[in-house]
Structures are given as structure tokens and as C-alpha cells.
């Protein structure tokens, strides 16, 4: 018998294994759950809790509130008093990261990203309002961005109080690099101007005069001129909006025309029309993904096997419906327990009682029996 070689690396006298990954027909079911366990591991666990912004927001706040905390934490890493004691690399990351920490300009960084993340967090939870129209969302991007202006120009609320609060110490820690200029002012400007800029391509479709949301402004009274004692201000005020207008007929004209109207007569009840439209119109698609949240709780993997209906209507009591803790049970629990074929009476079965006597013939036993 003649014996092969081992491999290189292989020990000799040993097989070598060779692992085959299986295909995921062949992995039986306790193996999937493991896979699905596994790819979980490295996906972020506040996704399905924490919207991007708002857990931004707080993870910032937190750290600003406990800064003297955190700073314990990582002077107490290379302790001489701490048993036991870490690696040398572990010492060298909470080093770096407290001497991070400490520097002057990273507490200003910090409190401005308080400001900007306040202001950003505000616009996103507008636009996730459901009764929201295209004149608020214009107004509030507006108040985003200049609010995003003057950020860029001074201090916000949260830098000053910090700026006020520290002279050479924060929260109890002395901080390094202290500097009275205002260095921060250079990159406080271009971030607030990247920001600015993602906001207005992002919304461009609201905040331009041209696209079909702003021709909607015609229908804005705060806008309209004012109607004064000249003929230059009347002449603005009975020609204001009527081009936007034209081009609100030209885009709808299909509406219109369902509706049994034209842009060229019954202006007054395009109106109405508009109005309607106005009013409707989706701005953002929080709704939808408020929907899609509501069917993955209410359909979830025990109760995979429900109607559509079934899902529809309890979908619509989720969102629609009263708050559990004000809602009075009592005549939904009265009406379930009185309708159905029988009433719902506890230790009651039809197929048991079928074949009971009835009280006139258990009557004319005892006669008999007497």
C-alpha cells in the first residue's frame, strides 16, 4: 500500500477535513435559526427603535449630560489601582479617546452638534405629521434652514450655555487647548452649509416658485399684496396669481375634467377643486411606513394565518381606534357576548346538552316516580 503525501500544513498521520458549506435547502431548521442568529449579530440593534436623527440627537445629549462619567470610565481603564489590569492596547484606546474627550474644541464641537441636531430633528418630526400640508412644509424647511443661517453666524443655545458655563473646567474636568478665539467658527460654517445644501436638493420640489407645489401659494392669503389706493397696487393685487393658477389648470386639467369643468370657465369652482387637492397632497411617506410598522405588529409569525380582512379591521382599530387606556371595554365584551348562534355562557356545549332531557319530560318522571 503506498501512502500519499501530507498536504502542506496537514499534520502527518491526520486527515484533513475538508468543510463544505451547505446550500441552504440542505440546512435543516435548528441550522436557519442559527444562520438568521448570526446575521443578526452584526446588524445595530436600535434600528427598529430609534429613528437615524433622533438617536443621533440622544446618544449626543447623553454624553454632553454625563461627560464627567464618561471621563471616569476611561481614566479608571489604565488605573494602576484597577485589578486586573487591561492590555496595553485597551490602555491605549481609552488614552486616546480621553484625551479626545478633554480637548476644549471637542466640547464646543459637541454642543453645536446639539444645536443643529435639534434643529434637524424638529423639521424631521414635522414632516411626519399626518394632517401636514405643502404651505407648512414649505414654512418649515424655511425655519430649518435659516435656523441652520444663524447657526452658521453664532453660537446656538446649547454653545452658549457651555461657552458661560466653562472656563477651564467642564463639569467638574479640566479640559486642555483652552483658546478665547473662536476657532470653531470655520467648521461650524461648512457644515452648516453642507447641511443646508442636502436639505434644498433634497426639497427642492417645495421650496422652488416653478414646481407645481408652489403654484399652490396663490391660494396662500398671507401672500396676496396688499390692495391700496394706487392703480400699481391694484393692478398686482387682481393680477396676482392668476399665471399660477393657468398652470395649476394646465396640470389637473384631467381632474377637471372628471369633475365636469374646464380652465376656461367656473374658475370659482376650480377652487374648491384645488383646494381639495391642496389639502390631500402627500408630502412625506411617514403614513405609509407608520402602515407598513402597524401590519408587521399586528400580523406577526403566530399570527401569520389572518384574514384580509381580519387584518384590514384590526389595522384600523390600531391606528384609528380610541387609546387603550381611556377606551371602556364594557359594551364591546356585552355585544360579543350576546351575539352568536348561542350565548357564550362558561361550561355550555351544544353537542353535550343535545341529548339531555327537557324540563317538561324530567317533570313527568318524577310524576311517574311519585
Known amino acids: 500500500m503506498f501512502l500519499k503525501p501530507p498536504a502542506p500544513g496537514q499534520t502527518p498521520g491526520k486527515k484533513q ?31 427598529d427603535r430609534w429613528n437615524w436623527l433622533a ?94 443661517t444663524e447657526l452658521s453666524l453664532e453660537p446656538g443655545e446649547q454653545h452658549r450655555r457651555m461657552l458661560a458655563a466653562t472656563k477651564t473646567a467642564y463639569k467638574g474636568v479640566e479640559l486642555t487647548n483652552i483658546s478665547t478665539d473662536n476657532t470653531l467658527a470655520p467648521e461650524r460654517k461648512r457644515i452648516t452649509e453642507i447641511v443646508t445644501k442636502h436639505i434644498e436638493s433634497r426639497l427642492g420640489d417645495l421650496l422652488s416658485a416653478d414646481s407645481i407645489v408652489g403654484k399652490f401659494s396663490a391660494l396662500d392669503h398671507h401672500l396676496w399684496p396688499k390692495s391700496g389706493s394706487t392703480d400699481d397696487s391694484k393692478e398686482a393685487f387682481v393680477l396676482h396669481g392668476r399665471a399660477d393658477m393657468e398652470s395649476l389648470c394646465h396640470h389637473y386639467h384631467s381632474i377637471l375634467a372628471r369633475e365636469g369643468t374646464t380652465a376656461s370657465e367656473e374658475k370659482f369652482r376650480n377652487l374648491g377643486i384645488f383646494a381639495q387637492i391642496y389639502l390631500t397632497m402627500a408630502i412625506s411617506t411617514a403614513v405609509c411606513e407608520r402602515g407598513f410598522s402597524c401590519m408587521k405588529r399586528v400580523k406577526s409569525d403566530w399570527r401569520s394565518k389572518l384574514s ?39 361550561g355550555y356545549t351544544a353537542w353535550a346538552s343535545a341529548n339531555q332531557p327537557t324540563e317538561e319530560e324530567m317533570e313527568e318522571e318524577l310524576i311517574l316516580l311519585e
Open 17 to 47: 477535513k475538508e468543510k463544505k458549506r451547505k446550500a441552504p435547502e440542505e440546512l435543516s431548521e435548528s441550522e436557519r435559526n442559527y444562520e438568521k442568529k448570526r446575521e443578526r449579530k452584526f446588524q445595530p440593534q436600535w434600528r
Open 55 to 148: 438617536y443621533d440627537e440622544e446618544k449626543n445629549e447623553i454624553l454632553c449630560n454625563g461627560f464627567a462619567v464618561f471621563v471616569a470610565h476611561f481614566e479608571d481603564q489604565f488605573s494602576p489601582e484597577r485589578t486586573p489590569q487591561p492590555s496595553s492596547a485597551v490602555v491605549g484606546r481609552a488614552k486616546n479617546i480621553l484625551r479626545y474627550l478633554k480637548s476644549y474644541e471637542n466640547v464646543q464641537f459637541m454642543h453645536f452638534l446639539l444645536d443643529m441636531l435639534e434643529l434637524l430633528k424638529t423639521l424631521s418630526l414635522q414632516f411626519q405629521q399626518d394632517n401636514l400640508t405643502p404651505g407648512e412644509a414649505v414654512q418649515y424647511t424655511e425655519a430649518c434652514i435659516n435656523g441652520l
Open 308 to 346: 384580509t380582512q381580519s387584518l384590514t379591521r384590526l389595522m384600523y382599530l390600531t391606528i384609528e381606534g380610541p387609546n387603550v387606556e381611556t377606551f371602556n371595554a364594557e359594551k364591546a365584551v356585552l355585544s360579543w357576548w350576546q351575539s352568536g348562534p348561542r350565548s357564550r355562557r362558561p
